[in-house]
């Protein structure tokens, strides 16, 4: 893992590291050399790691107050926000803290989209990383049918339902998910127990996908190998950790503001209505985080077919290494390639959008045609495009991203002349 | 790239605003509410009558399940003295028991206890109002996507019905309600009660009153979590600052801008 040799300076620390080198770990992780021209979208793999902490040291409180069980779920959840001491606070944090960790999780997706972090050598990173977001919207999804108000009850019925649509075994498979022949407390306490495990389940693929990026290191924006260490990169401590740190901060700001603020915004009132098998909500819709998908599901008639896209839509992403057959990693010097992707983040607005709305009529009919707007961009735009598009020259160092430099790298290297 | 960005962004938005116009929203009236906002906190006054309009009109079918006497001497709620919640619990009885002789009996509710149900069940509850359920208060305010102007709306929303709407025995029509049908009929009209504090009882002041009331109901600690949000919001920013400068120091070493 670590380039060169370290060994602790006392005799104890020589003791213990020669036993368990944990020291050595520590050492590597604060010398891990990052390219120093990182920009400020490669801050959201640290504030992801505090959103997962955040979530699973909250989740453990709720867990202490919260009652599994359908009869007294909901009350359970009113007791921790009203007598529960900061009950208010730790739900309020848990479940802001889901829509923080999405918001953080698709801006480091995208990221990684343009500037093409996902291609050699850091597939293995890339397909964890699809892993840990499948197991974060299982996480997601279950966790929001625990309050068991309205949406939560008729969301899962809705998602549960969906495995019905797989031939022969579909309703078998979906008795044995609900432990019963509906949506009822089975359900509740088996969920319960999923979203109680699952964090930790990411939090150990956190570890793999960390460990999986140290093997090459960071991307940067050029998208270019560096040299490591090397003039190219500054050690993970101070440089990055300060950095991390500032973008963290400014990250709280905006989830203090929804937390103390408007802590309601990002749900959906019928949630605090309690379940009512006998009451369907007038327009059942998930969180906003998985709207797209919702999108996607039902702008397909069929309902295998609409559960095939809809898995297809996430599954697509892990085959992306190969998808993108262009040599170029920074969209950055592929001026086409730029422009798909402005396309496909609208695309997934678009998406998004369509999904909280009634799918009917003109509704429908975009979901569709953006739903085949985003099969087409990773399916035959992405593998064309490595073939056909001229690309920029790439920058031999980071340092000198173009023969001669920017405008930007003389006024740097100015400034180090007159230091010197 | 730029260009084809904005272009899309236009797009976007006036798709949005076409399908936004489509979809015809109904306009609640406004009010100036004194919990919105960084500092917002709840009117004492307006809590108190609340509670009176709560307790004298809506207690006869809706119940607040969640909320005990003692709510009502908290900080932060209408913060009645204790002496006034006790008495106010005391006016309710409650069934305890059972007893050493294992039998139930009532007695006077104590601050401890859940606010009385006006009905034993649910069911009770549907066969005492036509078959419709009046929903459970305490958290209605958050469990309606209007929130406090819908219900403030729906309140002075009555309304005769438009030609063309014929309206079921024991169906009113109401501007705000999902479909203009409701089954509850207009709950107030001026001087159904009587305010101790002078205040003029009109429906406008009764429906500010309880709404309050309900927000409060629905989100016990509103002001302690404006305050505290107030506070971690200036910390974290004040933080950031020196953590900028820190930032800056430390990377002036490098010549890469951060």
Same mark, same amino acid.
């Given at each position: 893992?670590? !380039?060169?040799?370290?060994?602790?300076?006392?005799?104890?620390?020589?003791?213990?590291?020669?036993?368990?080198?944990?020291?050595?770990?520590?050492?590597?992780?604060?010398?891990?050399? &990052?390219?120093?021209?990182?920009?400020?979208? *490669?801050?959201?793999?640290?504030?992801?790691?505090?959103? $997962?902490?955040?979530?699973?040291?909250?989740? $453990?409180?709720?867990?202490?107050?919260?009652?599994?069980?359908? !009869?007294?779920?909901?009350?359970?959840?009113?007791?921790?926000?009203?007598?529960?001491?900061?009950?208010?606070?730790?739900?309020?944090?848990?479940?802001?803290?889901?829509?923080?960790?999405?918001?953080?999780?698709?801006?480091?997706? =995208?990221?990684?989209?343009?500037?093409?972090?996902?291609?050699?050598?850091?597939?293995?990173?890339?397909?964890?990383?699809?892993?840990?977001?499948?197991?974060?919207?299982?996480?997601?999804?279950?966790?929001?049918?625990?309050? *068991?108000?309205?949406?939560?009850? *008729?969301?899962?019925?809705?998602?549960?339902?969906?495995?019905?649509?797989?031939?022969?075994?579909?309703?078998?498979?979906?008795?044995?998910?609900?432990?019963?022949?509906?949506?009822?407390?089975?359900?509740?306490?088996?969920?319960?127990?999923?979203?109680?495990?699952?964090? =930790?389940?990411?939090?150990?693929?956190?570890?793999?996908?960390? *460990?999986?990026?140290?093997?090459?290191?960071?991307?940067?924006?050029?998208?270019?190998?560096?040299?490591?260490?090397?003039?190219?990169?500054?050690?993970?401590?101070?440089?990055?950790?300060?950095?991390?740190?500032?973008?963290?901060?400014?990250?709280?700001?905006?989830?203090?503001?929804?937390?103390?603020?408007?802590?309601?915004? $990002?749900?959906?009132?019928?949630?605090?209505?309690?379940?009512?098998?006998?009451? &369907?909500?007038?327009?059942?819709?998930?969180?906003?985080?998985?709207?797209?998908?919702?999108?996607?599901?039902?702008?397909?008639?069929?309902?295998?077919?609409?559960?095939?896209?809809?898995?297809?839509?996430?599954?697509?992403?892990?085959?992306?290494?190969?998808?993108?057959?262009?040599?170029?990693?920074?969209?950055?010097?592929?001026?086409?390639?730029?422009?798909?992707?402005?396309?496909?983040?609208?695309?997934?607005?678009?998406?998004?959008?369509?999904?909280?709305?009634?799918?009917?009529?003109?509704?429908?009919?975009?979901?569709?045609?953006?739903?085949?707007?985003?099969?087409?961009?990773?399916?035959?735009?992405?593998?064309?495009?490595?073939?056909?598009?001229? &690309? $920029?020259?790439?920058?031999?160092?980071?340092?000198?991203?173009?023969?001669?430099?920017?405008?930007?790298?003389?006024?740097?290297?100015?400034?180090?002349?007159?230091?010197? | 790239?730029?260009?084809?960005?904005?272009?899309?962004?236009?797009?976007?938005?006036?798709?949005?605003?076409?399908?936004?116009?489509?979809?015809?929203?109904?306009?609640?009236?406004? @009010?100036?509410?004194?919990?919105?906002?960084?500092?917002?906190?709840?009117?004492?006054?307006?809590?108190?009558?609340?509670?009176?309009?709560?307790?004298?009109?809506?207690?006869?079918?809706?119940?607040?399940?969640?909320?005990?006497?003692?709510?009502?001497?908290?900080?932060?709620?209408?913060?009645?003295?204790?002496?006034?919640?006790?008495?106010?619990?005391?006016?309710?009885?409650?069934?305890?028991?059972?007893? @050493?002789?294992?039998?139930?009996?009532?007695?006077?509710?104590?601050?401890?206890?859940?606010?009385?149900?006006?009905?034993?069940?649910?069911?009770?509850?549907?066969?005492?109002?036509?078959?419709?359920?009046?929903?459970?208060?305490?958290?209605?305010?958050?469990?309606?996507?209007?929130?406090?102007?819908?219900?403030?709306?729906?309140?002075?929303?009555?309304?005769?019905?438009?030609?063309?709407? @014929?309206?079921?025995?024991?169906?009113?029509?109401?501007?705000?309600?999902?479909?203009?049908?409701?089954?509850?009929?207009?709950?107030?009209?001026?001087?159904?009660?009587?305010?101790?504090?002078?205040?003029?009882?009109?429906?406008?002041?009764?429906?500010?009153?309880?709404?309050?009331?309900?927000?409060?109901?629905?989100?016990?600690?509103?002001?302690?979590?404006?305050?505290?949000?107030?506070?971690?919001?200036?910390?974290?920013?004040?933080?950031?600052?020196?953590?900028?400068?820190?930032?800056?120091?430390?990377?002036?070493?490098?010549? @890469?801008?951060?």
């Amino acid at each position: 893992m670590s !380039d060169h040799e370290y060994t602790p300076k006392s005799n104890l620390g020589k003791w213990f590291n020669d036993r368990l080198p944990l020291l050595s770990l520590a050492n590597h992780l604060t010398d891990y050399p &990052t390219p120093k021209n990182l920009n400020y979208w *490669w801050t959201f793999g640290g504030i992801l790691t505090f959103c $997962l902490i955040t979530q699973i040291v909250t989740g $453990l409180t709720l867990a202490m107050h919260y009652i599994a069980h359908a !009869d007294m779920a909901f009350d359970s959840v009113e007791h921790i926000m009203r007598d529960v001491n900061y009950g208010w606070l730790i739900r309020y944090i848990h479940a802001n803290g889901a829509s923080m960790f999405f918001l953080a999780v698709y801006i480091h997706i =995208f990221r990684s989209l343009f500037y093409g972090s996902y291609k050699a050598p850091r597939e293995i990173i890339w397909i964890i990383g699809i892993i840990i977001y499948l197991l974060m919207m299982a996480a997601a999804f279950m966790g929001y049918v625990l309050p *068991w108000g309205q949406m939560s009850f *008729w969301g899962a019925t809705v998602i549960t339902n969906l495995f019905s649509a797989i031939p022969l075994v579909g309703e078998g498979i979906v008795t044995w998910l609900w432990g019963g022949y509906s949506v009822d407390n089975p359900t509740l306490t088996r969920f319960f127990t999923l979203h109680y495990l699952i964090p =930790f389940l990411i939090l150990g693929l956190v570890v793999l996908h960390i *460990w999986a990026l140290h093997v090459p290191g960071n991307n940067n924006p050029v998208g270019i190998d560096i040299k490591k260490p090397s003039k190219d990169t500054v050690p993970f401590h101070p440089y990055i950790v300060i950095k991390d740190g500032f973008a963290l901060l400014m990250f709280m700001i905006v989830f203090a503001f929804f937390v103390f603020y408007t802590p309601n915004i $990002l749900g959906h009132a019928d949630n605090y209505i309690e379940a009512d098998p006998l009451v &369907t909500p007038a327009h059942i819709v998930p969180e906003w985080y998985l709207l797209p998908f919702y999108a996607i599901l039902r702008s397909v008639p069929d309902k295998l077919l609409g559960v095939v896209a809809m898995l297809s839509a996430i599954l697509i992403l892990a085959a992306l290494p190969w998808l993108d057959t262009s040599k170029i990693r920074s969209a950055v010097f592929r001026p086409l390639y730029k422009q798909f992707y402005w396309i496909l983040v609208a695309d997934v607005l678009i998406l998004g959008y369509v999904g909280a709305m009634p799918a009917e009529g003109l509704y429908l009919l975009i979901a569709r045609v953006a739903t085949a707007y985003y099969f087409l961009h990773f399916l035959v735009i992405l593998p064309v495009l490595g073939f056909k598009e001229k &690309t $920029l020259p790439i920058p031999l160092s980071i340092t000198e991203p173009v023969l001669g430099g920017s405008a930007n790298m003389a006024a740097a290297r100015n400034r180090e002349s007159l230091k010197n | 790239m730029k260009n084809l960005f904005k272009i899309l962004l236009v797009l976007l938005f006036t798709l949005n605003f076409t399908l936004l116009k489509s979809a015809e929203k109904v306009e609640y009236l406004k @009010t100036d509410w004194s919990f919105k906002g960084l500092f917002g906190k709840f009117d004492r006054g307006a809590l108190q009558r609340g509670y009176q309009v709560y307790t004298e009109v809506c207690a006869s079918c809706h119940s607040m399940k969640y909320l005990s006497y003692r709510n009502l001497a908290e900080k932060g709620g209408p913060e009645f003295t204790e002496l006034e919640a006790k008495a106010i619990a005391a006016s309710f009885e409650v069934t305890d028991g059972p007893n @050493t002789d294992g039998e139930m009996f009532t007695r006077p509710a104590k601050l401890s206890d859940k606010f009385v149900m006006p009905y034993e069940n649910v069911e009770a509850a549907k066969a005492a109002n036509g078959g419709a359920y009046p929903p459970d208060m305490s958290v209605l305010i958050k469990a309606r996507g209007g929130g406090a102007d819908y219900i403030y709306s729906l309140l002075q929303g009555y309304d005769e019905p438009p030609v063309g709407i @014929t309206l079921d025995d024991g169906v009113y029509y109401n501007k705000y309600m999902y479909g203009n049908k409701i089954k509850m009929s207009a709950p107030l009209s001026d001087g159904i009660v009587e305010y101790s504090d002078g205040t003029q009882a009109s429906v406008q002041q009764m429906s500010k009153d309880v709404t309050t009331f309900l927000m409060w109901a629905a989100e016990p600690h509103l002001e302690a979590r404006h305050q505290m949000g107030f506070k971690a919001i200036v910390y974290l920013i004040i933080l950031t600052v020196l953590v900028y400068f820190s930032m800056k120091k430390i990377w002036s070493r490098v010549e @890469t801008e951060v």
